[in-house]
């Protein structure tokens, strides 16, 4: 099968039902996308599938056949989309390792919703867990990033 | 005259001597200089008068951080310490991490002190390499050192204005005598132009771009992957395992039986049966296919609900009195009335963004680890001995942390990656799970307090008894332990700063079953809760409001008198002439929170705030934590406040971020817990245990930093104690509920209108 990640596109002939997180970053070696929970519910290996940000670590291989997938690599050139730039102007990132599934989630909610309320904010990111609690300059990098996307 | 690259030492010599008029006639004689402090043998290339600084014939400043970047911005603190002394230009600066080495003194990133304890030392490190600098220029000038200063990256001669880059001094320098500490004379405060800073983080680029490399994403030539289906109950091992059948799936390579630890647990791993496999996935996989037949342990009788019944008979108890002044028992006698009320507070998981992991290489006689470690030296240490090597040839790698608070301190993961990589000789990386995390963990205690108030005719507290209750973390290295230890207690038990005449604090017997170890903050964060919880308690019972009531029984300014109730205080192993528990200082932060969250007016605004104030590592914390309660009695939190006094702060953007984070670590801690049947932890992902996610934690934080010359305290710990009883405080506030059991629901029932 054929996978297209960050315009490249790759082969893959293994375990259909390997998550694409581990293609990711074990055959690809690309490790700006992580690993937390494997379950789906902390975000850390956020990535975009065809533009929607998803679970890379229950996705199977099998479907994202065709698909183009998206990650904090690919995000932009030079980590120059506003979502890191605005990262960056809030300091948000403490240990960082749960910032590229953010800046994924955050970057799919502005590209929908140029100008997201806090509520609008808080559901589309609290399926995001930072244990370093980053969220409230989360909250308003998201905000200073609005409308830029 | 600017930077300049050498090509060789010569002919930068020359160009030095030409273009900036230095003199080369002096014979400059080399010398030895045996320091603790000193790294390696010097070179001409290249500056070294200590292990933290080298200055290359470039013009390239390394400096070498020692301690563990886990979220604190230390890679950016330490340098901005050196910097400051040193005069360097950050353009040229370049951060080297450190691997783990007696010769960098502790690098043990735990306890908030990696300023505290190194800030001195830094500033001496730094201006070591400036007064080198100096002298090189001033000999080759042939004038005062004491005219020559250390600027952007020159050195410059204040009479005559000429100024040489470091890089073209290093030569000389390099061959000059180490100048005593007395000779450095350190930067005024008044001139700092780095320390006190609100400088960006020097990783925030990599971070932002997914490029920056943490344990579990060390990548090795020819690597593979292993997992680990460890024992479900502490210290039992394997009896048997269908190891055959497993080997022969895709991708496996080996399945290799680790053995089980006998007590105490320390550093050791816990056993079990290691997959080994071409990609995570494949290793994943095939441990699900494990059928392990599991040997009894005595743990195996655990239960943490019954245990909780256990701890709080043991607290109500009377208990070993561990300080005392005054006579609790006659005030009691004599009180007008006696609030009493018991709090609990289970186990919990430190559960770092980033599970453990890491990845070793072992040879013959040696061994490279890289590996996210709190304490890079313990880790050396551990496989040294496990690999039965000297430690000199194991050299452990630091990369970034994902996160360590406490887990990390313990390198029970590094050794499994060198036991695995030795069997299967090639690279190998333990990844650990967040099953793996959450259930074979070093848990932050369970514990339970009970707290006395007697109080006169006017309301006044006359007498306290305190008595807590906990397996202690000393288990985990003497199973022997089976009470509070006395350095546990000094987490804001013992050092109780209240003024009051009959104080009695206690402690009493609890044995553990799983492998205790420190979290955020450690004791702090369950004292705290019952303490500043038992507060408002009284504030509430007696109709005070509670920062008058707490102002109150802080009493007037002093520093606390340990020697006078009898007991002895630790202080976080720091002089109390330097740190005295301040009296003052403590209420400053009370006053100062207050302040800015406008509680006076609390009431007639309609808002629910709760309050709580906590001195830990040196350094005093108050909280406030506003809440609004809907109808269905979910909570939020639409605003909260910090105010920290940490003494002398290095980076003040930095410390904000540990207040805001801290304080939400915090709010974890109140809602999460980690529970035990027949010995095996119940919880096992972030869907059972509960941390805290964007809707829990404040929309923003208001946090107010004292200014202050006291010598730095820590940072990274102190907000996070108040958290607890903050919110506690404020749900009480909102709905009349008091919650002295943690966790605190998500909905909490409404007790008033
Ligand atoms: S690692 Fe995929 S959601 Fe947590
Ligand atoms: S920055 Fe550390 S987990 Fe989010």
Not at chain 1, 41 to 60: F, K, M, N
Not at chain 2, 101 to 107: A, M, R, T
Not at chain 2, 558 to 575: L, W
């Amino acid at each position: 099968m054929k996978v297209t990640i960050n315009q490249k596109t790759f082969d893959y002939d293994g375990d259909p039902a390997m998550p694409l997180l581990w293609f990711i970053r074990d055959d690809l070696k690309m490790t700006g996308t992580k690993f937390s929970c494997g379950m789906a519910l902390c975000g850390a290996c956020t990535v975009h599938i065809d533009g929607e940000p998803t679970r890379s670590c229950q996705l199977p291989m099998s479907a994202v056949q065709g698909k183009e997938v998206t990650t904090i690599e690919g995000l932009s050139k030079d980590a120059s989309h506003p979502v890191q730039e605005a990262w960056r102007e809030h300091n948000v990132p403490q240990c960082g390792y749960c910032q590229s599934g953010q800046m994924m989630q955050a970057a799919a909610l502005l590209s929908k919703n140029a100008d997201p309320s806090d509520q609008d904010i808080e559901s589309y990111m609290s399926g995001n867990i930072c244990r370093c609690g980053t969220y409230p300059r989360i909250r308003a990098a998201i905000k200073t990033a609005a409308g830029k996307v | 005259m600017t930077d300049s690259i050498s090509t060789s030492r010569r002919a930068f010599l020359k160009r030095t001597a030409t273009a900036s008029g230095f003199t080369l006639g002096l014979t400059l004689v080399p010398v030895s200089r045996p320091s603790a402090m000193f790294a390696d043998a010097p070179s001409s290339e290249s500056l070294t008068p200590s292990v933290f600084v080298s200055v290359h014939d470039n013009g390239q400043v390394d400096i070498t951080c020692h301690r563990s970047e886990m979220g604190q911005q230390i890679r950016t603190s330490i340098p901005q310490v050196i910097v400051e002394e040193l005069g360097a230009d950050w353009q040229h600066v370049n951060v080297v991490q450190a691997t783990g080495h007696p010769k960098y003194g502790d690098q043990n990133t735990d306890g908030s002190r990696s300023i505290r304890r190194n800030f001195d030392r830094l500033r001496e490190a730094g201006a070591t390499a400036a007064y080198l600098l100096r002298a090189a220029a001033a000999t080759g000038w042939q004038v005062d050192i004491s005219d020559c200063e250390v600027n952007n990256h020159h050195v410059v001669h204040k009479p005559s204005g000429k100024k040489v880059g470091f890089g073209q001094l290093v030569a000389v320098a390099s061959t000059l005598p180490l100048p005593d500490v007395k000779q450095l004379k350190l930067k005024a405060r008044k001139d700092w132009q780095s320390i006190g800073k609100p400088m960006r983080s020097l990783d925030i680029q990599a971070m932002t771009s997914g490029t920056a490399v943490y344990g579990q994403d060390v990548i090795l030539d020819n690597m593979c992957f292993a997992v680990i289906q460890r024992p479900p109950v502490v210290f039992s091992g394997v009896e048997s395992v269908n190891d055959a059948d497993v080997k022969k799936m895709t991708g496996v390579l080996d399945v290799i039986t680790l053995a089980a630890p006998e007590a105490p647990a320390m550093f050791k791993p816990l056993g079990g049966v290691a997959v080994v496999a071409n990609n995570t996935w494949q290793a994943w996989q095939a441990s699900r296919a494990l059928n392990v037949k599991w040997s009894d342990s005595p743990n195996i009788s655990y239960d943490s609900k019954t245990y909780r019944e256990q701890l709080l008979a043991t607290a109500m108890a009377p208990g070993e009195v561990v300080r005392q002044q005054g006579d609790f028992a006659t005030a009691k006698q004599q009180a007008e009335s006696v609030i009493e009320a018991q709090y609990y507070a289970p186990h919990l998981a430190q559960a770092p963004m980033e599970p453990p992991a890491a990845t070793a290489i072992v040879t013959e006689d040696k061994a490279e680890i890289w590996a996210c470690v709190q304490t890079p030296q313990a880790a050396r240490q551990v496989v040294a001995a496990a690999l039965n090597l000297d430690p000199e040839n194991v050299t452990i790698n630091v990369t970034l942390l994902g996160g360590g608070f406490g887990r990390k301190s313990k390198p029970d993961f590094v050794v499994e990656a060198a036991l695995l990589a030795k069997a299967m000789k090639r690279p190998v990386k333990v990844v650990w799970r967040r099953e793996d995390d959450i259930q074979h963990g070093y848990f932050h205690t369970v514990s339970a307090q009970s707290l006395t108030a007697t109080l006169n005719k006017q309301n006044k507290v006359t007498g306290w008894l305190h008595n807590s209750v906990f397996p202690s973390i000393s288990s985990t290295f003497n199973p022997a332990a089976n009470k509070p230890s006395d350095g546990e207690l000094d987490l804001g038990m013992i050092d109780n700063p209240f003024d009051i005449q009959n104080l009695q604090l206690e402690r009493g017997e609890a044995n553990a079953h799983v492998r205790i170890g420190w979290l955020r903050s450690v004791a702090n964060v369950y004292h705290a809760f019952a303490i500043q919880s038992f507060v408002d308690e009284i504030a509430h019972q007696t109709g005070k409001d509670q920062q008058t009531l707490l102002l109150d029984m802080i009493g007037p300014d002093r520093h606390i008198d340990f020697a006078k109730s009898n007991a002895k205080y630790g202080n976080y192993g720091d002089p109390q002439e330097d740190y005295p528990v301040d009296t003052a200082r403590l209420k400053n932060v009370i006053n100062t929170v207050c302040k800015k969250a406008d509680w006076s007016q609390r009431h007639k605004q309609g808002r629910y705030l709760g309050l709580a104030a906590h001195r830990s590592f040196l350094s005093y914390a108050a909280v406030i934590v506003e809440v609004e309660v809907d109808n269905s009695g979910s909570w939020s939190i639409p605003k909260a406040y910090v105010a920290l006094d940490a003494g002398t702060v290095v980076n003040p953007e930095h410390v904000r971020a540990q207040c805001e984070g801290g304080l939400i670590y915090g709010i974890s801690c109140a809602i999460g817990q980690i529970t035990a049947s027949n010995g095996q932890i119940n919880e096992s992902n972030f869907h059972n245990y509960q941390v805290a996610r964007m809707p829990q934690t404040p929309v923003s934080v208001e946090v107010s930093i004292i200014e202050s010359s006291a010598p730095p305290g820590g940072v990274g710990e102190p907000p996070t104690p108040p958290a607890a009883p903050a919110l506690a405080n404020a749900l009480f506030a909102a709905t009349g509920n008091r919650l002295r059991e943690l966790p605190i629901p998500l909905t909490v029932k409404r007790i008033k209108s």
